[in-house]
Structures are given as C-alpha cells and as structure tokens.
T-cell receptor, first 113, second 117 residues
Framework: GAGVSQSPSNKVTEKGKDVELRCDPI?????LYWYRQSLGQGLEFLIY????????KSGLPSDRFSAERTGGSVSTLTIQRTQQEDSAVYLC???????????FGQGTRLTVV | ELKVEQNPLFLSMQEGKNYTIYCNYS?????LYWYRQDPGKSLESLFV?????AVKQEGRLMASLDTKARLSTLHITAAVHDLSATYFC?????????????????FGQGTILTVHP
C-alpha cells in the first residue's frame, strides 16, 4: 500500500475487555514496530518485528499485551483485560530494512472506560 | 538508559521570526531523526542525520547534528503559520537482538510550535 495503515482509527472499550489493533505495513517492509503515545509517557517503544519474529518485546508494559505478525506483513497488537491506563494512541511503523527510516501509520486511539 | 530531552517544550513564534529547537541525548547514537506531528495525525519524517556535522535543509527548516556534544538542532527560518505542529527528535539506539541490528527509537518529549500572524 501507499502507507502504513492501522485499524480501527478509534476504539472505545470497557475496562476488562480484550481489544485487537491491526497494522498493515508498507508492502515490502520487513521491519515493523509498535509504539504507544500517551500524555504522561510520551512516545514509547513497545515491540519490534523482523519478518514474523519479534526479537525485541522489551517495551510491552505487561503480560496483558501481546503481538503477532503473519506472512511478514499484517501485525496485530492484542491487549487483554484492558485497564484505564492502557488508554493511549497506538502507533505502528514499518521500515524497508531493520535500520531504515520508519514510516508511521495514523494510529489507533484507544479509550478504556 | 538513553534519555532524549528537547527544549523548549512550548514555542510561540511570530510569523517571519527565526528560532531553534534543541535536542540533547545521553548516550552515543548512530542516527537522529526529526519528525513532525500535526494534531490528530501521525508522525511525518522530516530529517535523518547520520554523522557528526551533518546538516540537512528543507524549506524553512534546517537540522544539524553534533555527535560529540550529543546535540541536534532544528532551526526555523522566517516562520510561517503552516509550520505550526509538534516536532519530535528521536534517537536511534541501534538494538541488537536475535543477532541482527535494528532501529529502536527513543523520542524526546516533543516541542509544540505555534506560529502567530
């Protein structure tokens, strides 16, 4: 595609529910990243994928967070038993190779009520 | 732990004026990026600075990198309203996991720039 695409753009969920956030990277980009942007913490790295594997998950804040990538393309970030502190904008980025410039999607704004 | 600090965090400018945003980082890095974010939008890459002394210019924006001082600057010349946005610097601490190197960005807090007529 022309750019990194994320869906949904907005998600409101009740505390305790599970949510799935989707990222379609730029075609051919092998590296994929998830970041989180919140008022209190700024922009934080969550996880890095190279192909379908995730060699760096160090930024995932708790075991309620998980992510997968299939076919070297689409990635899904899953948050189980959502909490209010999970409310943030979740940004996905991809790059042609692991050390290339990262292009960001428009983000998913998650609100936990 | 890598820390990236920007200043100022808020910048209100008049059109036509010049100003500089500073980005300090705490450890040696391979690359430094500047991104722009408009309200409700995603991050747009502006510049990638790869080496000491690197200078890049695009329109009214010029970015530079001093790796010895661990400092990057984003200079705005003759500001116009369209430049109003939040500007982030991000330092690429090339990670190394699974035997391969990759970019892992640590962002500054962002500078909210507002340009007034």
């Amino acid at each position: 595609g022309a750019g990194v695409s994320q869906s949904p753009s907005n998600k409101v969920t009740e505390k305790g529910k599970d949510v799935e956030l989707r990222c379609d990277p730029i075609s051919g980009h092998t590296a994929l990243y998830w970041y989180r942007q919140s008022l209190g913490q700024g922009l934080e790295f969550l996880i890095y994928f190279q192909g379908n594997s995730a060699p760096d998950k160090s930024g995932l804040p708790s075991d309620r967070f998980s992510a997968e990538r299939t076919g070297g393309s689409v990635s899904t970030l899953t948050i189980q038993r959502t909490q209010q502190e999970d409310s943030a904008v979740y940004l996905c980025a991809s790059s042609l190779d692991p050390t290339g410039v990262a292009f960001f999607g428009q983000g998913t704004r998650l609100t936990v009520v | 732990e890598l820390k990236v600090e920007q200043n100022p965090l808020f910048l209100s400018m008049q059109e036509g004026k010049n100003y500089t945003i500073y980005c300090n980082y705490s450890t040696t890095s391979d690359r430094l990026y500047w991104y722009r974010q408009d309200p409700g939008k995603s991050l747009e890459s502006l510049f990638v600075l790869l080496s000491n002394g690197a200078v890049k210019q695009e329109g009214r924006l010029m970015a530079s990198l001093d790796t010895k001082a661990r400092l990057s600057t984003l200079h705005i010349t003759a500001a116009v309203h369209d430049l109003s946005a939040t500007y982030f610097c991000a330092v690429d601490m090339v990670g190394n996991a699974g035997g391969t190197s990759y970019g892992k960005l640590t962002f500054g807090q962002g500078t909210i720039l507002t340009v007034h007529p």
